[in-house]
């Protein structure tokens, strides 16, 4: 182990002097003889009368030094815990820069106390914070070198270790390096500043206090600071439970750590000794009977070393939260409530003593390691194989849980040899140790969806769900982009689900994922209000949008912001934006919780050591979309649980739930987010990051060749969801309104004898999807609009389908009132209407047809349209056979 200088080390060794050198300490020498004079008087009364020239002018410099020495608070761990569902409260985690903690004056063993003060300063109860016979022995002893040492009382060395711990609690490296060098010079500057600062002590502070002070303040070794922390590096106890042997030689300790610390075993001896001249000194001042000596002396210094291990691998490896750990530290380290810098909050986090109660849910998240252990390992060969789960809760933001298939660990050496570890949180936005996030595939159609309820439409609605090619970026509006963005180009989408074709409800096209009844639902949308509303469910990038060489985005976006989504007509449908899990989770929320959308928070509360709160960044929860939106999106998900693909987030207890999966092409990423009235999780399994290839090319993989992987996604979601029903229930979903489901129905209009152009036009601004029927039988001119189905004047849902007929101008009329006519009658009359092939049939009697009988039917009948080379048939009134 390296070791290190104490900050409070006798100097062992000095330079050779010079004449000059020795000059400077017989000055030296005569002023601290003269003030060691004053001090008595000094330490009793403020104002000292004295004579002399020398006299005065040494109390003249004396007076001259600061006076008020505030101890301030001292740098402790901060602890990070977590609370069981029986409320017992667990510690996952520690950080410091000095282990230290600070305990009160009963909680330490009565032999340190003794111990202290009968080695290091004998007359501690009886001087005011200066003892003047061990300062003038001091000023003899040192009269020959510039080197101060000795002649410090405890209050002296509690005030120079102050005044340490105030150069170190400095964030400014520089200015903490001067200021250290300051408080440790050996010099009669330096030590007349500790005699003022320790008499201003010694009026302020019962003795007690100031011992308790010093043994809180003492560096033990290492990062180790107080006797309690100490107690238990060294000997695994409290320092109220410290032997007297065991006491005398952590005392021994601050007289030199570097030499004296006992957890290097070349130290021991050399610890021995000072513990047994501690011993002798306690045994000289009545402290201790000579039975309790000899047993002390007889003892051997035997350490039993436990350190306080610092850092979110503690965590990972007793909780299984190294992840969540790490999250809750980044999100402290970017809250501006601890300071101005990432460095000041770095350094206040690691020295504030802070008591950081989060949010997690033992249950929850033991639930969902466990689903991740048995569906997603760690490593796969031929993948980056990779899992995230975040939880939050409805309406607070909270997080409930937060699992991944890599451990977390941030030792390079460790990781180096161990691959399945990594420091990388899938789960978070990449600042706060995430990766760079993941396409969200088909979980971003509800965010469609519910811009398509807010501008007045219903799940019952219906929209072209076919695949399609060459679909005109023209025919997406986006009113907030500059003219010509979309001006020019064409894209292709196709379905997964081939099966479902035509003219289908919006409830179908979310409940089975088609990609063609969202395309269709944007194009009667602004594209700008889509992203708008994703922008107010807080959905956003995980890492920065990609640029061109002069710093631009390569793709539109809403607010032209490094996070934003990209603004293209395929994101609506195929959600190609990378994303974390826990934004997905915060915005799914929203539509289980009247549309108000919480940033995930993973802290409860966090304490100082007096109970009291310390402010942080907390929640923000905001009106992200209208209750009634955020309703009629429930309906539709939920719909998807208990009607469609999201069948597997059933609750097992009945607990209603919303949902969507979510599939990128060629299968690279899996994923089911969804909530219930409490609760919000997002599961992703897929691809962390590119493999190399056969072809020695680095890509991301599909996920169809790992066995069940492209189905992990599918059991760990339950599990999380299912351990949330247990602990906090949930209701059903708010009742959408009528505008919301409702089906809109709307009357087919004539458009017989219009062009093709402008029937289509009038069925389009309807609302209608207009199907090309071909050429049929028509009495209208060639190439007019001939008829639709549904017919005109029918009552169809908007958005349904429409046929649309062309006339081939080839049909005429089967005139009225052939009925009743003789037989050549009607068939002149269809002669005249264009009709060349009539024929005759017997309505009644017996075969003889004579044309002179009357027309009973005719078929095709009076009225209908019919093609000019069909045959007309008159069916007539027969008479029997002779």
């Known amino acids: 182990m390296t070791r290190q200088t104490s900050q409070s080390s006798r100097v062992r060794s000095q330079k050779p002097r010079t004449a000059g050198g020795a000059l400077a300490g017989l000055l ?125 009382t405890i209050t002296m060395q509690y005030v120079r270790n102050v005044l340490i711990q105030e150069a170190i ?34 009026k302020k502070y019962p003795k007690d206090e100031i011992l308790l002070g010093y043994l809180n303040i003492a560096l033990f070794g290492r990062q180790i600071y107080g006797i309690e922390s100490a107690a238990k590096y060294y000997y695994g106890k409290s320092s109220a439970d410290l032997s007297l042997a ?41 402290k201790i009977t000579q039975a309790q000596y000899d047993e002390a002396i007889a003892t051997e210094v035997t350490p039993k070393i436990t350190p306080r291990v610092a850092g979110c691998n503690v965590a990972e490896e007793k909780f299984g939260l190294g992840h969540f750990c790490d999250y809750v530290q980044r999100y402290i380290k970017a809250d501006p409530n601890f300071g101005d810098t990432p460095v000041e909050r770095e350094f206040n986090f690691s020295r504030g003593g802070y008591h950081i109660y989060t949010t997690i849910d033992l249950d929850m998240q033991a639930a969902g390691t466990a689903a991740t252990q048995a569906t997603v390992p760690a490593l796969m ?125 919006v409830l179908t096209t979310i409940a089975n994922s088609i990609n063609g009844g969202i395309v ?62 826990i934004t997905m989770a915060a915005a799914y929320g929203a539509f289980a919780g009247d549309g108000t959308v919480c940033t995930p928070v993973p802290i409860e509360q966090i304490l100082d050591d007096e109970g009291n709160q310390i402010p942080f960044t907390k929640s923000e929860c905001s009106q992200a979309i209208a209750p009634e939106v955020a309703a009629g999106v429930a309906f539709a998900l939920e719909n998807a649980v208990t009607a469609g693909l999201a069948g597997h987030a059933r609750s097992s207890t009945g607990v209603p739930h919303l949902a969507k999966t979510g599939t990128t092409d060629e299968v690279k990423d899996n994923w089911t987010v969804g909530a219930s009235t409490e609760v919000a999780t997002a599961t992703w399994v897929g691809n962390a990051g ?91 001119a060639e190439g007019l609009s001939a008829r639709t189905d549904p017919a005109a004047g029918s009552s169809v849902g908007l958005g349904s389908g429409i046929t649309l007929y062309r006339s081939n101008g080839k049909a005429s009329k089967i005139p009225d009132g052939l009925v009743g006519q003789t037989g050549n009658d009607a068939k002149s009359a269809l002669n005249s209407a264009g009709f060349g092939s009539v024929d005759f049939t017997c309505g009644s009697g017996s075969e003889s047809k004579p044309k002179s009988n009357k027309v009973l039917s005719v078929s095709p009948e009076s009225g209908s349209e019919v093609n000019r080379s069909d045959t007309v048939t008159l069916a007539l009134a027969c008479s029997k056979k002779d």
């Open 28 to 152: 030296g020498a005569l002023a601290m003889s003269v003030i060691a004079g004053v001090l008595l008087t000094a330490a009793v009364t403020p104002v000292v009368a004295l004579s002399g020239t020398a006299t005065k002018s040494a109390v003249g410099i004396f007076e001259s030094l600061p006076d008020h020495l505030d101890p301030g608070k001292l740098a402790e761990p901060s602890a990070i815990y977590a609370t069981g569902a029986d409320t017992t409260v667990y510690e996952i985690a520690t950080f410091y820069d000095q282990d230290r903690e600070t305990v009160k004056w009963d909680q330490i063993s009565q032999f340190v106390k003794d111990a202290a003060v009968a080695e290091e300063d004998p007359r501690f109860y009886t001087h005011g914070g200066v003892d003047v016979l061990a300062t003038a022995r001091a000023v003899l002893q040192n009269a020959a070198g510039q080197n101060l040492s000795g002649a410090s």
């Open 381 to 505: 060969d031929g993948i980056d194989v990779g899992a995230a789960s975040s939880s939050v809760e409805v309406g607070t933001g909270k997080v409930r849980s937060m699992v991944q298939n890599k451990p977390f660990n941030n030792a390079q050496d460790f990781l180096d040899s161990n691959p399945g570890f990594t420091t990388v949180n899938y789960n978070t936005d990449q600042e706060l140790g995430g990766s760079s996030g993941f396409q969200v595939g088909s979980t971003f159609k509800p965010i469609t969806l519910a811009e398509w309820i807010r501008t007045g439409h219903s799940v019952r609605d219906m929209v072209n769900v076919n695949s399609r090619d060459n679909v005109p970026l023209q025919s997406f509006q986006a009113s907030c982009m500059p003219e010509g963005v979309y001006s020019y180009g064409t894209f292709d989408f196709s379905n997964d689900n081939e099966g479902i074709k035509g003219n289908q409800s």
């Open 169 to 202: 609690a400095i964030p400014d490296k520089e200015a903490q390096k001067q200021a250290y060098e300051d408080a440790m010079r050996q010099d009669v500057d330096r030590k007349l500043k500790e005699m003022k600062y320790a008499i201003s002590i010694e």
């Open 690 to 780: 590119p493999v190399q290839l056969a072809d020695g090319s680095w890509d991301r993989v599909s996920t169809m060749g790992f066995g069940n992987l492209m189905r992990a996604d599918q059991t760990i979601w339950p599990a999380i969801m299912n351990a949330a029903d247990a602990r906090y229930g949930g209701q059903a979903f708010p009742e959408p309104s009528a505008a919301a489901i409702r089906q809109t129905m709307v009357s087919v209009p004539d458009v017989k004898g219009k062009s093709i152009e402008e029937a289509t036009s009038m069925l389009e601004q309807l609302g209608f999807a207009v199907a090309d029927g071909g050429e049929v039988d028509s009495t209208e």
């Open 246 to 286: 065991e006491a005398a030689s952590l005392v021994a300790i601050v007289n030199n750590p570097s030499e004296l610390q006992i957890d290097v075993e070349e130290n021991i001896p050399a610890n021995t000794e000072r513990r047994d001249k501690i011993l002798g000194s306690m045994l000289s001042h009545g």
């Open 520 to 581: 269709s639902m944007q194009q009667k949308m602004d594209l700008c209000g889509t992203f708008q509303t994703a922008k107010a469910l807080g959905i956003h990038r995980a890492s920065d949008l990609p640029t061109d060489e002069n710093g631009n985005f390569m793709v539109p976006t809403i607010s032209n912001s490094s996070r934003d989504l990209s603004m293209v007509p395929s994101n609506v449908y195929a959600g190609v934006d990378e994303i974390a899990p």
